[in-house]
Protein backbone atom coordinates (compact mmCIF):
# COMPACT_ATOMS: atom_id res chain seq x y z
CA UNK A 1 0.00 0.00 0.00
CA UNK A 2 1.07 3.38 -0.73
CA UNK A 3 2.12 6.06 1.96
CA UNK A 4 -1.83 8.24 1.35
CA UNK A 5 -3.90 4.79 2.24
CA UNK A 6 -1.64 3.79 4.93
CA UNK A 7 -1.47 7.32 6.60
CA UNK A 8 -5.80 6.99 6.42
CA UNK A 9 -5.64 3.76 7.48
CA UNK A 10 -3.33 4.88 11.11
CA UNK A 11 -5.64 8.17 11.27
CA UNK A 12 -8.60 5.45 11.99
CA UNK A 13 -7.88 4.73 15.38
CA UNK A 14 -7.20 8.22 16.17
CA UNK A 15 -10.60 9.64 14.54
CA UNK A 16 -12.18 7.41 16.36
CA UNK A 17 -11.45 8.92 19.41
CA UNK A 18 -11.77 12.27 18.39
CA UNK A 19 -15.37 11.78 16.58
CA UNK A 20 -16.91 9.71 19.37
CA UNK A 21 -15.67 11.20 22.54
CA UNK A 22 -14.74 14.74 21.70
CA UNK A 23 -17.35 15.28 18.73
CA UNK A 24 -20.53 13.36 19.98
CA UNK A 25 -19.44 13.68 23.83
CA UNK A 26 -19.54 9.40 24.65
CA UNK A 27 -17.64 8.96 27.72
CA UNK A 28 -14.61 7.50 27.46
CA UNK A 29 -16.30 4.07 28.73
CA UNK A 30 -17.85 3.54 25.91
CA UNK A 31 -15.77 5.28 22.93
CA UNK A 32 -12.56 3.72 24.25
CA UNK A 33 -13.56 0.26 23.75
CA UNK A 34 -14.87 0.78 20.32
CA UNK A 35 -11.53 2.41 19.67
CA UNK A 36 -9.87 -0.75 20.80
CA UNK A 37 -11.73 -2.53 18.65
CA UNK A 38 -10.99 -0.39 15.74
CA UNK A 39 -7.12 -0.29 16.47
CA UNK A 40 -7.16 -4.18 16.67
CA UNK A 41 -8.92 -4.42 13.30
CA UNK A 42 -6.55 -2.48 11.53
CA UNK A 43 -3.97 -4.19 13.03
CA UNK A 44 -4.68 -7.42 12.15
CA UNK A 45 -6.26 -6.66 8.93
CA UNK A 46 -4.87 -3.98 7.31
CA UNK A 47 -0.94 -3.93 8.89
CA UNK A 48 -0.42 -8.04 9.15
CA UNK A 49 0.38 -7.24 12.77
CA UNK A 50 0.70 -11.13 14.30
CA UNK A 51 -2.09 -11.87 16.77
CA UNK A 52 0.53 -13.00 19.53
CA UNK A 53 1.88 -8.93 18.90
CA UNK A 54 -1.53 -7.18 19.60
CA UNK A 55 -2.35 -10.00 22.11
CA UNK A 56 0.84 -9.07 24.15
CA UNK A 57 0.56 -5.43 23.54
CA UNK A 58 -2.67 -5.57 24.88
CA UNK A 59 -1.25 -7.34 28.41
CA UNK A 60 1.24 -4.98 28.26
CA UNK A 61 -1.29 -1.96 27.98
CA UNK A 62 -3.51 -3.43 31.04
CA UNK A 63 -0.35 -3.88 33.25
CA UNK A 64 0.32 0.18 32.52
CA UNK A 65 -3.36 0.95 33.04
CA UNK A 66 -3.59 -0.85 36.47
CA UNK A 67 -0.16 0.72 37.24
CA UNK A 68 -2.33 4.57 36.37
CA UNK A 69 -5.58 3.34 38.86
CA UNK A 70 -2.95 2.40 41.45
CA UNK A 71 -1.94 6.28 41.29
CA UNK A 72 -4.89 7.40 40.98
CA UNK A 73 -6.32 5.41 43.62
CA UNK A 74 -3.99 6.66 46.01
CA UNK A 75 -4.99 10.20 44.85
CA UNK A 76 -8.73 9.66 45.84
CA UNK A 77 -7.73 7.97 48.80
CA UNK A 78 -5.91 10.57 50.35
CA UNK A 79 -8.62 13.30 49.15
CA UNK A 80 -11.25 11.10 51.48
CA UNK A 81 -8.68 10.77 54.03
CA UNK A 82 -8.21 14.28 54.24
CA UNK A 83 -12.08 15.14 53.80
CA UNK A 84 -13.19 12.54 56.72
CA UNK A 85 -10.61 13.97 59.11
CA UNK A 86 -11.80 17.65 58.64
CA UNK A 87 -8.13 18.78 57.05
CA UNK A 88 -10.00 20.00 53.49
CA UNK A 89 -12.17 22.23 56.00
CA UNK A 90 -8.93 24.12 56.81
CA UNK A 91 -7.38 23.90 53.86
CA UNK A 92 -10.43 25.64 52.49
CA UNK A 93 -10.34 28.56 54.85
CA UNK A 94 -6.65 28.92 54.57
CA UNK A 95 -6.95 29.35 50.92
CA UNK A 96 -9.29 31.81 51.44
CA UNK A 97 -6.88 33.77 54.09
CA UNK A 98 -4.07 33.98 51.22
CA UNK A 99 -6.92 35.31 48.77
CA UNK A 100 -10.39 34.89 48.63
CA UNK A 101 -9.94 35.23 44.38
CA UNK A 102 -10.55 31.76 42.61
CA UNK A 103 -7.88 33.23 40.13
CA UNK A 104 -5.23 33.14 42.69
CA UNK A 105 -6.04 29.97 44.27
CA UNK A 106 -6.17 28.03 40.47
CA UNK A 107 -2.60 29.54 40.31
CA UNK A 108 -1.22 28.82 43.46
CA UNK A 109 -2.43 25.13 43.23
CA UNK A 110 -2.26 24.14 39.82
CA UNK A 111 0.16 26.18 38.25
CA UNK A 112 2.88 26.07 40.81
CA UNK A 113 1.81 23.36 43.30
CA UNK A 114 1.08 21.37 40.20
CA UNK A 115 4.41 22.08 38.29
CA UNK A 116 6.44 21.08 41.96
CA UNK A 117 4.12 17.39 41.69
CA UNK A 118 4.84 17.26 38.48
CA UNK A 119 8.70 17.65 38.40
CA UNK A 120 8.90 15.31 41.37
CA UNK A 121 6.44 12.53 40.20
CA UNK A 122 5.28 12.96 36.45
CA UNK A 123 2.75 10.40 35.37
CA UNK A 124 -0.40 12.24 35.58
CA UNK A 125 0.09 12.70 39.29
CA UNK A 126 -0.35 16.84 39.35
CA UNK A 127 -3.56 16.37 37.55
CA UNK A 128 -4.19 13.84 40.28
CA UNK A 129 -3.44 15.73 43.64
CA UNK A 130 -4.26 19.22 42.39
CA UNK A 131 -7.84 18.95 40.81
CA UNK A 132 -8.90 17.43 44.21
CA UNK A 133 -7.31 19.76 46.28
CA UNK A 134 -9.44 22.76 43.75
CA UNK A 135 -12.42 20.99 44.31
CA UNK A 136 -12.07 20.43 48.68
CA UNK A 137 -11.66 24.60 48.56
CA UNK A 138 -14.89 25.22 46.26
CA UNK A 139 -14.07 24.75 43.01
CA UNK A 140 -16.58 23.17 40.92
CA UNK A 141 -15.41 19.82 39.85
CA UNK A 142 -15.03 20.07 35.93
CA UNK A 143 -13.11 23.63 36.33
CA UNK A 144 -10.97 21.50 39.05
CA UNK A 145 -9.76 19.32 36.44
CA UNK A 146 -9.74 21.75 33.22
CA UNK A 147 -6.98 24.01 35.73
CA UNK A 148 -5.26 20.72 36.61
CA UNK A 149 -5.30 19.71 32.59
CA UNK A 150 -3.76 23.15 31.35
CA UNK A 151 -0.51 22.96 33.74
CA UNK A 152 0.30 19.38 32.22
CA UNK A 153 2.16 21.36 29.81
CA UNK A 154 5.15 23.54 30.50
CA UNK A 155 6.68 21.31 33.57
CA UNK A 156 6.08 17.91 31.95
CA UNK A 157 9.45 17.95 30.04
CA UNK A 158 10.99 17.83 33.13
CA UNK A 159 8.50 15.89 34.87
CA UNK A 160 9.72 13.01 36.89
CA UNK A 161 13.15 14.30 37.86
CA UNK A 162 13.71 14.99 33.59
CA UNK A 163 12.70 11.26 32.47
CA UNK A 164 10.93 12.78 29.50
CA UNK A 165 14.60 13.86 28.67
CA UNK A 166 16.64 11.21 30.06
CA UNK A 167 14.94 8.64 28.80
CA UNK A 168 12.57 9.49 26.31
CA UNK A 169 14.77 11.35 23.82
CA UNK A 170 17.70 9.34 25.06
CA UNK A 171 15.97 5.58 24.53
CA UNK A 172 15.16 7.10 20.78
CA UNK A 173 18.70 9.02 20.25
CA UNK A 174 21.27 6.74 22.14
CA UNK A 175 23.59 4.99 19.70
CA UNK A 176 22.03 5.62 16.59
CA UNK A 177 24.33 5.81 13.92
CA UNK A 178 22.31 8.40 11.79
CA UNK A 179 23.09 10.75 15.02
CA UNK A 180 26.73 9.99 16.16
CA UNK A 181 27.16 10.48 12.52
CA UNK A 182 25.59 14.11 12.35
CA UNK A 183 27.27 15.35 15.57
CA UNK A 184 30.97 14.62 15.26
CA UNK A 185 32.93 15.09 17.41
CA UNK A 186 30.31 16.13 20.18
CA UNK A 187 29.82 13.64 23.40
CA UNK A 188 26.28 12.75 23.45
CA UNK A 189 25.74 13.20 26.56
CA UNK A 190 26.38 17.30 26.00
CA UNK A 191 24.37 16.36 23.06
CA UNK A 192 21.41 15.78 25.28
CA UNK A 193 21.72 18.55 27.91
CA UNK A 194 21.87 21.07 24.65
CA UNK A 195 18.36 19.58 23.62
CA UNK A 196 17.32 20.00 27.40
CA UNK A 197 18.50 23.66 27.38
CA UNK A 198 16.68 24.41 24.42
CA UNK A 199 13.89 22.55 25.49
CA UNK A 200 13.56 24.84 28.75
CA UNK A 201 13.78 27.81 25.97
CA UNK A 202 10.95 27.08 24.27
CA UNK A 203 9.13 26.43 27.18
CA UNK A 204 9.63 29.33 28.79
CA UNK A 205 9.10 31.84 25.71
CA UNK A 206 5.41 29.74 25.40
CA UNK A 207 4.32 28.55 28.39
CA UNK A 208 4.86 31.37 30.87
CA UNK A 209 1.38 32.78 29.20
CA UNK A 210 -0.19 29.56 30.88
CA UNK A 211 -1.23 30.90 33.96
CA UNK A 212 -3.07 33.82 32.41
CA UNK A 213 -5.06 31.20 29.71
CA UNK A 214 -5.79 28.79 32.51
CA UNK A 215 -7.50 31.75 34.56
CA UNK A 216 -9.17 33.37 31.35
CA UNK A 217 -10.68 29.71 30.95
CA UNK A 218 -11.56 29.51 33.89
CA UNK A 219 -13.89 32.45 33.97
CA UNK A 220 -14.68 31.69 29.98
CA UNK A 221 -16.62 28.66 31.01
CA UNK A 222 -17.23 28.85 34.77
CA UNK A 223 -17.77 32.14 35.64
CA UNK A 224 -20.97 33.94 35.31
CA UNK A 225 -20.30 35.81 32.98
CA UNK A 226 -19.01 33.45 31.00
CA UNK A 227 -16.63 35.64 29.63
CA UNK A 228 -12.69 35.29 29.31
CA UNK A 229 -11.99 39.11 30.45
CA UNK A 230 -12.44 38.12 34.22
CA UNK A 231 -9.65 35.81 33.75
CA UNK A 232 -7.57 38.73 31.78
CA UNK A 233 -7.97 41.14 34.73
CA UNK A 234 -5.30 38.83 36.71
CA UNK A 235 -3.17 39.85 34.13
CA UNK A 236 -0.67 41.01 36.18
CA UNK A 237 -0.44 38.35 38.91
CA UNK A 238 -0.84 36.01 36.01
CA UNK A 239 2.08 37.13 34.07
CA UNK A 240 4.13 37.61 37.49
CA UNK A 241 3.60 33.47 38.43
CA UNK A 242 4.33 32.19 34.89
CA UNK A 243 7.79 34.06 35.22
CA UNK A 244 8.36 33.12 38.39
CA UNK A 245 8.23 29.49 37.53
CA UNK A 246 9.90 29.56 34.20
CA UNK A 247 13.05 32.02 35.36
CA UNK A 248 14.52 29.82 37.82
CA UNK A 249 13.34 26.77 35.44
CA UNK A 250 15.43 28.15 32.31
CA UNK A 251 18.15 28.79 34.91
CA UNK A 252 18.73 25.32 36.48
CA UNK A 253 18.41 23.57 32.86
CA UNK A 254 21.02 25.76 31.51
CA UNK A 255 23.47 25.36 34.42
CA UNK A 256 22.51 21.69 36.15
CA UNK A 257 20.63 19.94 33.21
CA UNK A 258 17.11 18.34 32.81
CA UNK A 259 16.81 16.38 36.50
CA UNK A 260 15.56 19.34 38.45
CA UNK A 261 14.10 22.59 36.57
CA UNK A 262 10.63 21.60 36.96
CA UNK A 263 11.14 20.91 41.31
CA UNK A 264 13.36 24.04 41.62
CA UNK A 265 11.03 26.04 38.81
CA UNK A 266 7.95 25.17 41.19
CA UNK A 267 9.24 25.37 44.17
CA UNK A 268 10.75 28.65 44.22
CA UNK A 269 7.84 29.86 42.31
CA UNK A 270 5.73 28.97 45.03
CA UNK A 271 7.60 30.62 47.78
CA UNK A 272 7.54 33.68 45.67
CA UNK A 273 3.67 33.64 44.14
CA UNK A 274 2.06 32.43 47.97
CA UNK A 275 4.36 35.49 49.27
CA UNK A 276 3.08 38.04 46.97
CA UNK A 277 -0.36 36.87 47.05
CA UNK A 278 -0.36 36.93 51.09
CA UNK A 279 0.66 41.08 50.39
CA UNK A 280 -1.95 41.58 47.88
CA UNK A 281 1.20 42.27 45.10
CA UNK A 282 0.10 42.51 41.88
CA UNK A 283 -3.94 40.95 43.04
CA UNK A 284 -6.59 42.40 41.66
CA UNK A 285 -8.43 44.25 43.49
CA UNK A 286 -12.15 42.96 42.04
CA UNK A 287 -12.22 39.31 43.31
CA UNK A 288 -13.59 36.42 41.01
CA UNK A 289 -16.08 34.20 42.81
CA UNK A 290 -18.16 31.07 41.17
CA UNK A 291 -21.87 31.52 41.37
CA UNK A 292 -23.74 30.10 44.01
CA UNK A 293 -24.02 26.41 43.64
CA UNK A 294 -27.38 26.10 42.41
CA UNK A 295 -26.40 28.06 39.49
CA UNK A 296 -24.06 25.55 38.57
CA UNK A 297 -24.60 23.23 35.15
CA UNK A 298 -24.94 19.71 36.66
CA UNK A 299 -22.79 18.63 34.23
CA UNK A 300 -19.31 20.94 36.25
CA UNK A 301 -20.42 18.45 39.14
CA UNK A 302 -19.19 15.18 40.18
CA UNK A 303 -20.37 12.80 42.94
CA UNK A 304 -17.99 13.88 45.75
CA UNK A 305 -19.44 17.34 45.77
CA UNK A 306 -23.05 15.85 46.25
CA UNK A 307 -21.67 14.60 49.40
CA UNK A 308 -22.09 16.78 53.20
CA UNK A 309 -18.83 17.35 54.72
CA UNK A 310 -18.36 15.14 57.71
CA UNK A 311 -19.08 16.81 60.74
CA UNK A 312 -15.37 16.66 63.56
CA UNK A 313 -16.10 15.66 66.29
CA UNK A 314 -12.44 15.81 67.79
CA UNK A 315 -10.00 18.82 68.30
CA UNK A 316 -9.84 20.74 65.00
CA UNK A 317 -7.13 20.47 62.18
CA UNK A 318 -4.61 23.38 62.30
CA UNK A 319 -3.38 24.37 58.97
CA UNK A 320 -0.09 23.23 59.53
CA UNK A 321 -1.97 19.32 60.02
CA UNK A 322 -3.63 19.73 57.19
CA UNK A 323 -0.70 20.81 54.80
CA UNK A 324 1.75 18.00 56.69
CA UNK A 325 0.43 15.19 54.16
CA UNK A 326 1.29 17.30 50.79
CA UNK A 327 4.74 17.86 52.42
CA UNK A 328 5.15 13.85 52.95
CA UNK A 329 4.18 13.78 49.38
CA UNK A 330 6.19 16.09 48.14
CA UNK A 331 9.23 15.07 50.43
CA UNK A 332 9.04 11.32 49.81
CA UNK A 333 8.39 11.77 46.04
CA UNK A 334 11.69 14.00 45.74
CA UNK A 335 13.48 11.47 48.29
CA UNK A 336 12.67 8.13 46.26
CA UNK A 337 13.89 9.71 43.06
CA UNK A 338 17.24 11.64 44.19
CA UNK A 339 18.73 9.27 46.45
CA UNK A 340 20.09 6.72 44.47
CA UNK A 341 20.08 3.72 46.94
CA UNK A 342 16.82 4.34 47.62
CA UNK A 343 15.77 4.65 44.01
CA UNK A 344 17.77 1.44 43.38
CA UNK A 345 16.56 -0.91 46.13
CA UNK A 346 12.72 0.52 44.99
CA UNK A 347 13.23 -0.56 41.37
CA UNK A 348 15.19 -3.41 41.88
CA UNK A 349 13.98 -6.76 40.53
CA UNK A 350 13.25 -7.78 43.97
CA UNK A 351 11.07 -4.93 44.40
CA UNK A 352 9.46 -5.58 40.17
CA UNK A 353 6.96 -7.67 38.88
CA UNK A 354 7.84 -8.52 35.76
CA UNK A 355 7.14 -10.37 32.24
CA UNK A 356 9.70 -10.73 29.51
CA UNK A 357 8.94 -11.72 26.56
CA UNK A 358 5.06 -11.95 26.40
CA UNK A 359 3.78 -14.61 24.11
CA UNK A 360 6.71 -15.69 22.97
CA UNK A 361 7.26 -11.75 21.48
CA UNK A 362 9.65 -8.94 22.48
CA UNK A 363 7.56 -7.12 24.47
CA UNK A 364 8.32 -7.03 27.94
CA UNK A 365 5.64 -6.10 31.09
CA UNK A 366 6.67 -4.60 34.85
CA UNK A 367 5.07 -2.36 37.45
CA UNK A 368 7.29 -1.30 40.49
CA UNK A 369 3.73 -0.80 42.98
CA UNK A 370 6.80 1.19 45.79
CA UNK A 371 8.05 2.86 42.92
CA UNK A 372 4.63 4.10 41.51
CA UNK A 373 3.84 7.40 43.07
CA UNK A 374 0.35 6.07 44.20
CA UNK A 375 2.42 4.15 46.89
CA UNK A 376 3.32 7.52 48.69
CA UNK A 377 -0.06 8.95 48.29
CA UNK A 378 -1.05 5.97 50.73
CA UNK A 379 2.12 6.48 52.86
CA UNK A 380 0.54 10.24 53.01
CA UNK A 381 -3.30 8.85 53.81
CA UNK A 382 -1.79 6.14 56.88
CA UNK A 383 0.18 9.81 58.22
CA UNK A 384 -3.04 11.77 57.53
CA UNK A 385 -4.99 8.69 59.83
CA UNK A 386 -2.54 8.77 62.87
CA UNK A 387 -1.72 12.86 62.46
CA UNK A 388 -5.29 13.63 61.95
CA UNK A 389 -6.55 11.32 65.15
CA UNK A 390 -9.11 9.44 63.05
CA UNK A 391 -8.79 6.35 65.05
CA UNK A 392 -10.70 8.53 67.25
CA UNK A 393 -13.51 9.00 64.69
CA UNK A 394 -14.71 5.11 64.21
CA UNK A 395 -15.46 4.40 60.94
CA UNK A 396 -14.11 7.46 59.26
CA UNK A 397 -11.34 6.14 57.71
CA UNK A 398 -12.89 2.71 56.49
CA UNK A 399 -15.60 5.09 54.87
CA UNK A 400 -12.28 6.78 53.01
CA UNK A 401 -11.11 3.27 51.56
CA UNK A 402 -14.97 2.58 50.88
CA UNK A 403 -15.50 5.83 49.30
CA UNK A 404 -11.78 5.97 46.98
CA UNK A 405 -12.71 2.16 46.25
CA UNK A 406 -16.66 2.67 44.70
CA UNK A 407 -14.29 6.27 42.71
CA UNK A 408 -12.20 3.77 40.94
CA UNK A 409 -13.97 1.40 39.90
CA UNK A 410 -15.88 3.75 37.61
CA UNK A 411 -12.96 4.67 36.01
CA UNK A 412 -11.26 1.98 35.32
CA UNK A 413 -13.47 0.42 32.45
CA UNK A 414 -12.20 3.54 30.08
CA UNK A 415 -8.65 3.09 31.54
CA UNK A 416 -8.50 -1.04 31.07
CA UNK A 417 -9.24 -0.27 27.10
CA UNK A 418 -7.46 3.18 26.07
CA UNK A 419 -4.49 2.30 27.43
CA UNK A 420 -3.84 -1.20 25.60
CA UNK A 421 -5.60 0.53 22.82
CA UNK A 422 -2.16 2.80 22.47
CA UNK A 423 -0.29 0.52 22.73
CA UNK A 424 -1.59 -1.99 19.77
CA UNK A 425 -1.22 1.41 18.63
CA UNK A 426 2.92 1.61 18.97
CA UNK A 427 3.22 -1.81 18.30
CA UNK A 428 1.53 -2.08 15.44
CA UNK A 429 4.72 -2.39 13.07
CA UNK A 430 5.96 -5.60 14.98
CA UNK A 431 6.11 -8.73 12.44
CA UNK A 432 4.74 -6.56 9.91
CA UNK A 433 5.73 -4.78 6.83
CA UNK A 434 5.08 -1.51 7.63
CA UNK A 435 6.12 1.07 10.62
CA UNK A 436 3.87 1.17 12.95
CA UNK A 437 1.20 3.03 13.08
CA UNK A 438 2.23 6.62 14.98
CA UNK A 439 5.48 6.54 12.32
CA UNK A 440 3.28 6.72 9.36
CA UNK A 441 1.09 9.09 10.56
CA UNK A 442 4.57 11.60 11.24
CA UNK A 443 6.00 10.34 7.79
CA UNK A 444 2.97 11.51 5.97
CA UNK A 445 3.11 14.72 7.56
CA UNK A 446 6.73 15.09 6.89
CA UNK A 447 6.36 14.41 2.76
CA UNK A 448 4.46 17.33 2.61
CA UNK A 449 6.04 19.89 5.28
CA UNK A 450 9.56 20.02 3.80
CA UNK A 451 11.48 23.12 4.94
CA UNK A 452 8.91 23.66 7.03
CA UNK A 453 8.73 20.54 9.19
CA UNK A 454 10.11 22.64 12.43
CA UNK A 455 6.89 24.23 12.52
CA UNK A 456 5.14 20.95 12.79
CA UNK A 457 7.47 18.98 15.27
CA UNK A 458 5.37 20.38 17.84
CA UNK A 459 2.34 18.81 16.58
CA UNK A 460 3.63 15.74 15.79
CA UNK A 461 4.95 15.84 19.45
CA UNK A 462 1.41 16.34 20.72
CA UNK A 463 -0.17 13.76 18.54
CA UNK A 464 2.38 11.62 20.30
CA UNK A 465 1.37 12.31 23.81
CA UNK A 466 -2.40 12.19 23.02
CA UNK A 467 -2.32 9.02 22.00
CA UNK A 468 0.52 7.06 24.27
CA UNK A 469 -0.71 9.61 27.35
CA UNK A 470 3.25 9.94 27.81
CA UNK A 471 5.52 12.74 26.73
CA UNK A 472 8.32 10.61 27.68
CA UNK A 473 6.60 7.45 25.04
CA UNK A 474 6.43 10.01 22.07
CA UNK A 475 9.80 11.27 22.60
CA UNK A 476 11.13 7.35 22.25
CA UNK A 477 8.56 6.82 19.44
CA UNK A 478 9.67 10.00 17.65
CA UNK A 479 12.50 11.22 18.65
CA UNK A 480 14.98 9.63 15.78
CA UNK A 481 12.56 10.28 13.31
CA UNK A 482 12.40 14.22 14.28
CA UNK A 483 16.38 13.98 14.05
CA UNK A 484 16.38 11.80 10.48
CA UNK A 485 13.49 14.33 9.27
CA UNK A 486 16.20 17.52 10.33
CA UNK A 487 18.86 15.68 8.70
CA UNK A 488 16.81 15.34 5.41
CA UNK A 489 15.94 18.78 5.45
CA UNK A 490 19.61 19.78 5.52
CA UNK A 491 20.21 20.96 9.30
CA UNK A 492 22.80 20.95 11.07
CA UNK A 493 23.21 19.39 14.58
CA UNK A 494 22.31 22.27 16.55
CA UNK A 495 19.50 22.65 14.10
CA UNK A 496 18.47 19.25 14.71
CA UNK A 497 19.05 19.25 18.29
CA UNK A 498 15.90 22.05 18.34
CA UNK A 499 13.69 19.88 16.07
CA UNK A 500 13.79 17.33 18.95
CA UNK A 501 13.23 19.89 21.14
CA UNK A 502 10.03 20.97 19.57
CA UNK A 503 8.85 17.43 19.58
CA UNK A 504 10.03 17.73 23.26
CA UNK A 505 7.71 20.50 24.02
CA UNK A 506 4.81 19.25 21.43
CA UNK A 507 5.04 15.95 23.59
CA UNK A 508 4.42 18.11 26.84
CA UNK A 509 1.38 19.98 25.17
CA UNK A 510 0.03 16.69 24.14
CA UNK A 511 -0.77 16.15 28.09
CA UNK A 512 -2.98 18.24 28.11
CA UNK A 513 -5.46 16.44 26.09
CA UNK A 514 -4.37 12.74 26.39
CA UNK A 515 -7.13 10.53 27.10
CA UNK A 516 -5.71 8.73 30.42
CA UNK A 517 -4.92 11.98 31.61
CA UNK A 518 -8.61 12.89 31.54
CA UNK A 519 -10.20 9.90 32.90
CA UNK A 520 -7.33 9.83 35.57
CA UNK A 521 -7.58 13.60 36.87
CA UNK A 522 -11.66 13.08 36.08
CA UNK A 523 -11.67 10.01 38.50
CA UNK A 524 -9.75 11.59 41.19
CA UNK A 525 -12.83 14.15 42.32
CA UNK A 526 -15.77 11.52 40.74
CA UNK A 527 -16.12 13.07 37.54
CA UNK A 528 -17.12 10.37 35.20
CA UNK A 529 -18.54 10.56 31.40
CA UNK A 530 -17.51 14.14 31.04
CA UNK A 531 -13.87 13.20 29.16
CA UNK A 532 -14.80 14.71 25.49
CA UNK A 533 -16.16 17.68 27.18
CA UNK A 534 -12.79 18.58 28.82
CA UNK A 535 -10.61 17.52 25.95
CA UNK A 536 -12.41 19.75 23.90
CA UNK A 537 -11.61 22.86 25.64
CA UNK A 538 -8.10 21.93 26.69
CA UNK A 539 -7.47 21.73 23.12
CA UNK A 540 -8.15 25.33 22.73
CA UNK A 541 -4.54 26.26 24.91
CA UNK A 542 -3.08 23.19 23.40
CA UNK A 543 -3.13 24.68 20.05
CA UNK A 544 -1.82 27.86 21.63
CA UNK A 545 0.75 25.86 22.75
CA UNK A 546 1.66 23.95 19.73
CA UNK A 547 1.09 26.84 17.12
CA UNK A 548 3.72 29.10 18.95
CA UNK A 549 6.19 26.82 19.68
CA UNK A 550 6.43 26.02 16.18
CA UNK A 551 6.66 29.66 14.65
CA UNK A 552 9.34 30.05 17.85
CA UNK A 553 11.02 27.17 16.40
CA UNK A 554 11.05 28.45 12.78
CA UNK A 555 12.23 31.44 13.84
CA UNK A 556 15.28 30.39 15.65
CA UNK A 557 16.48 27.69 13.46
CA UNK A 558 15.83 29.85 10.33
CA UNK A 559 16.90 33.28 11.82
CA UNK A 560 13.97 34.45 10.01
CA UNK A 561 11.92 37.66 11.45
CA UNK A 562 9.13 36.92 9.61
CA UNK A 563 8.88 33.77 11.74
CA UNK A 564 9.61 35.87 15.06
CA UNK A 565 6.81 38.30 13.88
CA UNK A 566 4.55 35.27 13.71
CA UNK A 567 5.31 33.61 16.87
CA UNK A 568 4.78 36.81 18.71
CA UNK A 569 1.19 37.49 16.69
CA UNK A 570 0.06 33.66 17.56
CA UNK A 571 0.33 35.13 21.33
CA UNK A 572 -0.66 38.15 20.56
CA UNK A 573 -3.97 37.44 19.06
CA UNK A 574 -5.15 34.70 21.11
CA UNK A 575 -5.04 36.84 24.07
CA UNK A 576 -7.07 39.21 21.81
CA UNK A 577 -9.49 36.24 20.79
CA UNK A 578 -9.57 35.88 24.57
CA UNK A 579 -10.33 39.38 24.59
CA UNK A 580 -13.37 40.17 22.96
CA UNK A 581 -14.72 36.52 23.03
CA UNK A 582 -17.47 37.63 25.26
CA UNK A 583 -19.16 33.98 25.52
CA UNK A 584 -22.99 33.49 26.46
CA UNK A 585 -24.42 33.45 29.64
CA UNK A 586 -26.46 30.77 30.11
CA UNK A 587 -30.49 31.67 30.37
CA UNK A 588 -32.31 30.53 33.46
CA UNK A 589 -33.53 27.63 32.25
CA UNK A 590 -30.24 26.26 31.43
CA UNK A 591 -28.34 27.17 34.23
Known sequence: MNLGILFLLALMPVLTVFIFLVVLRWPAKHAMPLAYVVTVAIALLFWGTDLLVVAAASVHGVVTALNILFIVFGAILLLYTMRESGAMQTLRQGFMDISPDRRIQAIIIAWMFGALIEGSAGFGTPAAVAAPLLV???????????????IQSTPVSFGAVGTPILVGVNAGLA?????????GDVAFQDYLFQIGANVALLHALVGFLIPLIMVGMLTRFFGKSRSFREGLKAWKFALFAGLSFTIPYVLVAWLLGPE?????????????????????FLVPKEVF???????WQPEWISRFQDQPDPVRKGLPITMMQALVPYVVVVVLLVITRTIE???????????????????????????????????????????????????????AYARAWGQSGRTILSASVALIFSVPMVQVFIQSGQASAYESMPLVLAEGVSAVSGAAWPFFSPIIGALGAFIAGSNTVSNMMFSLFQFATAETIGLDANGAALVVALQAVGGAAGNMICVHNVV?????????GREGDLIRK???????????AGALGMAIIYAATLWYVAWIAIAVLFILFMYWNRGRVPTPSTA
Open 520 to 528: AASATVGLI
Open 538 to 548: ALIPMTYYVLA
Open 341 to 395: PITAFLRSPEMTLSWTGIFGTNINTSSQPLYLPGAVLLVASIVTYFLHRMYKEKG
Open 136 to 150: AIGFPAMAAVLSALI
Open 175 to 183: DQPVVMGHI
Open 260 to 280: FPSIVGGLVGLVIVVTAARRG
Open 289 to 295: QFEDRKY
